[in-house]
């Protein structure tokens, strides 16, 4: 939250963003630091140690993305992308590389404070260790491999668990189609986007109150999946 003061690093070379996203920072009580270089940004994170990273892919000196990976060498910083390009595969290039999240411009202030909001949480959860991640009425405890709702056991086959596990390692994370079908099926089935297709049916109708509707099991369209914590949970 934002009373512990986390240092937010904003790597922005337009002034007029660097500005709003400083101004918006600081009134959530953040402390904030600035680079508008990939160079600046690079001597910032070693210096400054931020909590959370935001980063323009348009830089001057370097493409942004090429620093994503560099910038989330200490898994303890999270980072997320705001940029204005659009295209998918840029998306799933910065996911896949180690970013947290992504959020296009122009972007609405109050959408990017709660991924931030989420991504600190997260990091958070993190250091704690913990085995249980909370989703709604929807406990998942890593460890004992247990899946529970509104506290009764819910059986899922091993590649539903395969899939949601890996949702679970990073709630509120967009994991991509291809590292999901890596990890649960293997390298060779990168592409075979209808297994995936098929196990998040299955896993909406044993999870979700609303399945048609779904509130936990988000599909970022191209892309991915994110396991989401309610809003008011947060």
């Known amino acids: 939250m934002a009373g512990k003061a986390h240092k937010i690093l904003i790597v922005e070379d337009e002034p007029q963003i660097r500005t709003l996203l400083r101004g918006m920072l600081s009134r959530a009580g953040y402390r904030v630091v600035e680079a508008s270089t ?18 323009d892919l348009g830089l001057p000196d370097r493409d942004g993305l090429e620093l994503v990976a560099e910038l989330r060498s200490d898994a303890s910083v999270r980072l997320i992308v ?5 295209q998918t595969e840029q998306k ?3 996911l896949d590389q180690g970013a947290d999240d992504y959020v296009t411009k122009p972007f609405d202030v109050d959408e990017v404070l709660a991924r931030i909001r989420a991504a600190l ?33 819910v059986h899922l086959t091993p590649k539903e668990y ?4 890996e949702l679970a390692k990073w709630p509120g994370r967009v994991v991509t189609h291809a590292s999901l079908l890596r990890s649960v099926w293997g390298a060779a089935h990168e592409q075979q986007s209808e297994y995936l297709r098929v196990v998040m ?21 191209a892309v991915g999946y994110r396991l989401m914590v309610p809003r008011g949970e947060e």
């Open 82 to 86: 705001i940029s204005a390009r659009e």
């Open 162 to 165: 395969a899939v949601l596990a």
């Open 38 to 55: 990939a160079r600046e940004a690079l001597n910032a994170k070693a210096i400054d140690n931020p909590d959370l990273i935001l980063l």
């Open 201 to 221: 049916r299955a896993l909406r109708q044993k999870l979700e109150e609303e399945p048609a509707r779904p509130r936990l099991l988000i599909n970022e369209p």
């Open 92 to 94: 799933v290039a910065a």
């Open 121 to 153: 949480r997260h990091r958070l959860l993190d250091e704690a260790e913990s085995p249980i991640v909370e989703a709604g009425d929807v406990s998942i405890d890593l460890v004992r491999r247990l899946v529970l709702r509104r506290g009764d056991e």
